[in-house]
């Protein structure tokens, strides 16, 4: 019947439980939390006390839904980190218990291998087509903004990442001073689809070959926004939709910029996408136009398996699993790796 692998996931504000039969998925739950929405932004102890409301109902509805009772389960896997540490506590400590209670082993993820391995995730009536080692991997999310080359399921190296905020992270922010609900990332991809991304310009950073920066162009939405507001205040109000377009399509061109350069200059042509940005509508679209321009295969998964998800912990604990890389009892949970 195969490998049954339960993956669970709770770094950062999304609860989620996944089975996988080997490498198929077998039912996805995710249980997000709306409790931040109005701060603006992820508070790590309201976090913490949502995974502890969400972990047991989320889990049992994965299994249920996969059809699977907690004895046929060959392995739990569960994220150690990167994250906040008391949400990926949650995890953690319920890993634990039902290892102990049910005599499992446990496997420990990376988040970021999970974020990565996500297209190895076979999802039953689609087509599947999965990367060849070495791809590269674009990984953009609310922490992380990277190029992994990335050699096997254990082992990738970084080939470029950003100097100071994550893409996602740089979004937030400016949806944030537009007066928009966190996470803003979503909020400026609807928006920017009516606006002109041509309406405004923004810092383009000048560095490293495939490092990334997205602090100037933060501070130039700022400056942009404080001059433009002191002139007609209702400024942002009657040019968000164009503010959206601009900045979404700055960040965007700096991330196909240097992923064309590094799948160039490494001679590597199966390219990937992960991470909560990666949902993005006009990152996709261009990732797969330039796809087709330069004879790249790439393997872009539906949006639910870009955002945090325990699909991705699962898969990626399946190939541990095999190499028998087990984690022990007294494993405790790393914010940063
Ligand atoms: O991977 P993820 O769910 O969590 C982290 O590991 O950080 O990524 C969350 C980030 C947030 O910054 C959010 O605004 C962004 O992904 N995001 C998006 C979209 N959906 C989520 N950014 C742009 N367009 C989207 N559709
Ligand atoms: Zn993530």
Redo the contacts with the bound molecule.
């Keep these: 019947m195969g490998h049954i692998i339960l993956g669970i996931e709770s770094?950062?504000d999304d609860t989620s439980a996944a089975v996988l039969q080997d490498t198929t998925l077998l039912s996805s739950v995710i249980a997000s939390q709306a409790v931040h929405a109005r701060y603006g932004g992820v508070i790590p102890e309201l976090a913490s006390r949502a995974h502890q409301q969400n972990i047991v109902p989320v889990v049992d509805t994965a299994l249920k839904e996969a059809g699977i009772t907690i004895d046929k389960v060959d392995a739990i896997a569960f994220t150690r980190g990167p994250g906040l540490l008391g949400s990926l506590m949650v995890g953690t400590s319920f890993a634990k218990g039902l290892s102990v209670a049910h005599n499992i082993p446990m496997v420990e993820v990376n988040?970021l291998y999970g974020?990565i391995l996500s297209p190895f995730v076979v999802i039953p009536d689609t087509e599947h087509r999965e990367p060849q080692f070495p791809f590269l991997c674009l990984l953009v999310?609310?922490?992380h903004t990277q190029i992994a080359k990335v050699n096997s399921p254990f082992d990738m190296e970084i080939v470029g990442s950003t100097i100071d905020d994550a893409a996602?992270?740089a979004?937030?922010k400016c949806a944030k001073v537009m007066g928009l609900p966190y996470?803003?990332?979503?909020v400026?991809?609807a928006l920017a689809k009516e606006g002109d991304a041509e309406a405004f310009t923004f810092a383009r950073p000048r560095i490293g070959e495939y490092d990334f920066s997205f602090s100037g162009l933060k501070t130039s939405f700022l400056y942009t926004l404080r001059d433009a507001v002191a002139e007609n205040p209702n400024f942002i109000e009657e040019r968000k939709a164009d503010l959206c377009a601009s900045i979404l399509h700055t960040v965007v061109e700096i991330l196909i910029e240097r992923l064309v350069k590094a799948s160039k200059q490494l001679g590597i042509k199966d390219i990937a996408i992960g991470?909560?940005?990666a949902?993005?509508s006009l990152l996709r679209a261009r990732v797969a136009e330039e796809g087709e321009k330069r004879g790249w295969r790439t393997f872009i998964p539906e949006r639910r398996f870009t955002?945090?998800n325990a699909a991705m912990i699962a898969v990626a604990g399946y190939y541990k699993y095999m190499q028998g890389e087990f984690a022990a009892l007294d494993v405790a949970p790393k914010a940063r790796f």
Excluded: K, M, Q
């Excluded at 996470?183 to 979503?186: F, R």
């Design positions: 770094s950062c988040h974020h999310s609310g922490g996602g992270e979004l937030d996470p803003g990332g979503p400026i991809d991470g909560g940005v949902a993005n955002t945090d």
